[in-house]
């Protein structure tokens, strides 16, 4: 039969191993809690980071919608200026016409 010092002993042995072992996982779980605490800080700055950037990039587009808009507007300006300028110079064509015909 087992000796019960011995029995005593293997379990007193077994029990700080347990012991132990507990302590590492608590250790551990832990550690890995503060992980998870830093990847979520990280995670929202992250969103916040990319919030700002939505927020420019919708600025940008509202700035190049303005640009497009004066573009437009400066083109209209031109080419209401050339069909000024050719009806001016129609009306000098004709003038010119005009005026040869009278001599």
Do not use: G, R
């Amino acid at each position: 039969m087992d000796n019960p010092k011995q029995n005593e002993h293997q379990l007193q042995s077994n029990l700080y191993a347990l012991n132990y072992e507990l302590q590492e996982i608590t250790h551990l779980k832990l550690e890995t809690e503060q992980q998870i605490q830093e990847l979520q800080m990280q995670v929202t700055q992250a969103e916040q980071h990319l919030i700002n950037l939505k927020q420019q990039l919708s600025h940008l587009n509202i700035t190049l919608q303005d640009l497009e808009i004066e573009h437009l507007q400066h083109e209209l300006e031109i080419d209401e200026t050339e069909e000024a300028l050719l009806k001016c110079h129609e009306s000098f064509l004709h003038e010119t016409t005009d005026d040869s015909s009278d001599d």
